[in-house]
């Protein structure tokens, strides 16, 4: 069956970095674009980045842009998030999934507090 494992999270300073991995298994993840979603406490669940098949086009929530990279190796089924000049906002499980499915991982914390 389809399994997606984040990892990676964790508690950082303000201005730290961190990065996230999502392996996935169970689908042809080499076909299949990836998304990083995130949510915080008491609020919904966003959407972060996005990445194609290729890893040619990538998209990002404007809240992170310019400190977030989203990317892939389709080689080791894995999505990866680094997370540059983290903010306290930044705080919140972060999700990856499979787009076009409802394909969830169960998460990973992260908390940017000093």
């Known amino acids: 069956q389809v399994r997606l494992v984040e990892s990676g999270g964790g508690l950082v300073q303000p201005g730290g970095s961190l990065r996230l991995s999502c392996a996935a298994s169970?689908?042809?993840?080499?076909?299949?674009?990836m998304s990083w979603y995130r949510q915080a406490p008491g609020q919904e669940r966003e959407l972060v980045a996005s990445?194609?098949?290729?890893?040619?086009?990538?998209d990002y929530a404007d809240s992170v842009k310019g400190r977030f990279t989203i990317s892939r190796d389709n080689a080791k089924n894995t999505v990866y998030l680094q997370m540059s000049s983290l903010k306290p906002e930044d705080t919140a499980v972060y999700y990856c999934?499979?787009?076009?499915?409802?394909?969830w991982g169960q998460g990973t914390q992260v908390t940017v507090s000093s």
């Open positions: 990445i194609n098949v290729f890893g040619s086009v990538r």
């Open positions: 999934k499979r787009m076009g499915y409802q394909h």
């Open positions: 169970g689908f042809t993840f080499s076909t299949n674009g």
